[in-house]
């Protein structure tokens, strides 16, 4: 599966933006999916995941309360509702399918499709 994260940009602080993950190659029906992000100088942080039946999320406590995992299968395209943002939320926001069928989440010893990342740039 291919996948390309894309909808990032420049936002104030406090305001809104939606990530939106678009696959092809297969259907992400039957896999679960996440969101993560990597600032300048930092490693790579877990955001959030979804089951592949899309019957259970989770995310980290840096987000938790402000961001929202889903996916639409017809459309076959994960999404991050992003609220309330931070300047610390500034990164590149990637997108990430398990290779496993039917995980209840998208666990970190589980190989992994990675799409193209997007700047989300969170300043005044």
């Known amino acids: 599966v291919q996948l390309q994260a894309y909808g990032g940009g420049l936002v104030q602080p406090g305001g809104s933006l939606r990530l939106s993950c678009a696959a092809s190659g297969r259907t992400i029906s039957n896999l679960a999916m996440g969101w993560f992000r990597q600032a300048p100088g930092k490693e790579r942080e877990f955001l959030a995941d979804?089951?592949?039946?899309?019957?259970?999320?989770s995310y980290a406590d840096s987000v938790k309360g402000r961001f929202t995992i889903s996916k639409d299968n017809d459309k076959n395209t994960l999404y991050l509702q992003m609220n309330s943002l931070k300047p610390e939320d500034t990164a590149v926001y990637y997108c990430?399918?398990?290779?496993?069928?039917?995980?209840?989440?998208?666990?970190?010893?589980?190989?992994?499709?990675w799409g193209k990342g997007t700047l989300v740039t969170v300043s005044s």
């Open positions: 979804i089951s592949w039946n899309g019957a259970s999320t």
């Open positions: 990430a399918a398990s290779v496993y069928q039917y995980r209840s989440r998208l666990y970190a010893d589980d190989r992994k499709y």
